[in-house]
């Protein structure tokens, strides 16, 4: 699982240093216009779960954290044409620290994470701003049934982090910038280990900024007229969900480390991109979920799946598209409907959240990495996905 993590931070990061422009001649590297920032948020923890309402070992509701981080990120020039269409935005990574005043149950979980700062709009000293992070986070006291039975939002040592909010950056010298704003964070497994009902946050957040170097003069060049143009879509994705099964008769650790279903499908997409920036599109999906329709049995103390019906684990879903792109990668929002599954009891809602990050390898083939949701906070599982597009230029 940790193995996971690691690929996932190296996507998440090296993606946007591979970036490339072939109508371009890279001039720069990621130091030539590097910065440092410190930033401490201290905000509100949203109850969305009976741990973090009250039922913990001190009996208190967990509804406030304090964070800090540690960026390095380097300006955008325009050297390259998104850099100038997305306004000259800065990015890179960060090491992030939160303390939610409950160590004993939570710990203290630490980050590493890719970030994207780009500005709404640019005075002389003065930018408004929209910023976005996804890593992963290490160091919780995750749920365990002996030692800490009450931690039904982190249930593994590991998670995902997901941030994004808004900023103002004013520049005091031509080197140092004060950032103030807010953002929403969510940690969670994405459903690789049960319990995992997650946290969530929203915070003011102040940041200083130093430029290690001089801040660049940004090249300006007549953008040409943007072309629609369509393309079609064909991905095919995999992952896993951890169940566990609270009735039955087992030894209670291995009650608690769950059974791994399978999850894998495929979709087939349309996607019109209507600016530099956006694709607007639609899709279905085609997925099968083991975790559907299963009992299970125990054999020597340990958990077997009983498999149902082949054809009751079988789903169809549609889902409208919208895509953010810079350049290869882009930022991907599906809210997601269930078209036919079969009924069975306690199944997750028709109406589902997926968002997730997606690059382009090749001018065709892509890869990416999906969170799937319902009611906006509960993870359901990770797609790690594969596909390629047709098109023409």
């Given at each position: 699982?940790?193995?996971?993590?690691?690929?996932?931070?190296?996507?998440?990061?090296?993606?946007?240093?591979?970036?490339?422009?072939?109508?371009?001649?890279?001039?720069?590297?990621?130091?030539?216009?590097?910065?440092?920032?410190?930033?401490?948020?201290?905000?509100?923890?949203?109850?969305?779960?009976?741990?973090?309402?009250?039922?913990?070992?001190?009996?208190?509701?967990?509804?406030?954290?304090?964070a800090f981080a540690l960026k390095l990120a380097t300006q955008t020039t325009g050297e390259k044409l998104w850099q100038q269409i997305f306004n000259y935005p800065y990015w890179g990574a960060g090491i992030y620290t939160a303390d939610f005043y409950n160590p004993e149950e939570i710990g203290n979980p630490i980050a590493i994470y890719g970030f994207f700062n780009g500005p709404f709009h640019r005075w002389e000293n003065l930018t408004f701003n929209y910023e976005?992070?996804?890593?992963?986070?290490?160091?919780?006291?995750?749920?365990?049934?002996?030692?800490?039975?009450?931690?039904?939002?982190?249930?593994?040592?590991?998670?995902?982090?997901?941030?994004?909010?808004?900023?103002?950056?004013?520049?005091?010298?031509?080197?140092?910038?004060?950032?103030?704003?807010?953002?929403?964070?969510?940690?969670?497994?994405?459903?690789?280990?049960?319990?995992?009902?997650?946290?969530?946050?929203?915070?003011?957040?102040?940041?200083?900024?130093?430029?290690?170097?001089?801040?660049?003069?940004?090249?300006?060049?007549?953008?040409?007229?943007?072309?629609?143009?369509?393309?079609?879509?064909?991905?095919?994705?995999?992952?896993?969900?951890?169940?566990?099964?609270?009735?039955?008769?087992?030894?209670?650790?291995?009650?608690?480390?769950?059974?791994?279903?399978?999850?894998?499908?495929?979709?087939?997409?349309?996607?019109?991109?209507?600016?530099?920036?956006?694709?607007?599109?639609?899709?279905?999906?085609?997925?099968?979920?083991?975790?559907?329709?299963?009992?299970?049995?125990?054999?020597?103390?340990?958990?077997?799946?009983?498999?149902?019906?082949?054809?009751?684990?079988?789903?169809?879903?549609?889902?409208?598209?919208?895509?953010l792109v810079a350049n290869r990668l882009s930022l991907v929002l599906l809210p997601s409907f269930y078209l036919y599954r079969k009924h069975i009891d306690n199944l997750t809602p028709v109406f589902h959240q997926k968002v997730g990050l997606k690059?382009?390898?090749?001018?065709?083939?892509?890869?990416?990495?999906?969170?799937?949701?319902?009611?906006?906070?509960?993870?359901?599982?990770?797609?790690?996905?594969?596909?390629?597009?047709?098109?023409?230029?």
């Amino acid at each position: 699982m940790k193995f996971l993590y690691v690929i996932l931070f190296l996507f998440c990061v090296g993606i946007v240093s591979a970036q490339k422009d072939s109508a371009q001649i890279k001039k720069h590297n990621f130091m030539t216009y590097s910065s440092l920032q410190f930033m401490y948020q201290n905000g509100h923890v949203f109850a969305t779960n009976d741990f973090l309402r009250g039922a913990n070992i001190e009996a208190e509701k967990i509804n406030a954290y304090q964070a800090f981080a540690l960026k390095l990120a380097t300006q955008t020039t325009g050297e390259k044409l998104w850099q100038q269409i997305f306004n000259y935005p800065y990015w890179g990574a960060g090491i992030y620290t939160a303390d939610f005043y409950n160590p004993e149950e939570i710990g203290n979980p630490i980050a590493i994470y890719g970030f994207f700062n780009g500005p709404f709009h640019r005075w002389e000293n003065l930018t408004f701003n929209y910023e976005i992070g996804f890593g992963a986070t290490f160091n919780w006291k995750s749920f365990n049934p002996v030692t800490n039975q009450y931690n039904v939002a982190i249930g593994a040592g590991e998670s995902f982090l997901l941030d994004a909010g808004m900023n103002l950056e004013y520049y005091l010298t031509d080197k140092i910038a004060l950032n103030a704003g807010f953002s929403l964070t969510h940690f969670s497994n994405g459903g690789m280990k049960k319990p995992n009902f997650g946290l969530n946050t929203i915070a003011p957040r102040v940041s200083v900024k130093y430029d290690l170097h001089e801040r660049p003069e940004f090249i300006h060049r007549e953008v040409p007229d943007f072309t629609p143009n369509s393309e079609w879509l064909i991905s095919f994705y995999g992952g896993a969900k951890n169940v566990v099964f609270d009735n039955v008769d087992i030894n209670i650790m291995e009650k608690y480390e769950g059974v791994f279903f399978p999850e894998i499908g495929f979709s087939l997409g349309y996607n019109r991109r209507i600016s530099y920036k956006s694709k607007i599109g639609a899709g279905m999906s085609f997925s099968y979920d083991g975790s559907i329709a299963t009992q299970v049995a125990v054999n020597n103390n340990e958990l077997e799946a009983v498999d149902g019906p082949f054809t009751d684990k079988l789903m169809i879903s549609i889902y409208p598209t919208y895509e953010l792109v810079a350049n290869r990668l882009s930022l991907v929002l599906l809210p997601s409907f269930y078209l036919y599954r079969k009924h069975i009891d306690n199944l997750t809602p028709v109406f589902h959240q997926k968002v997730g990050l997606k690059y382009y390898l090749t001018d065709k083939i892509f890869a990416g990495i999906t969170l799937r949701a319902y009611k906006f906070h509960v993870s359901d599982f990770v797609e790690w996905n594969i596909g390629y597009r047709f098109y023409r230029k």
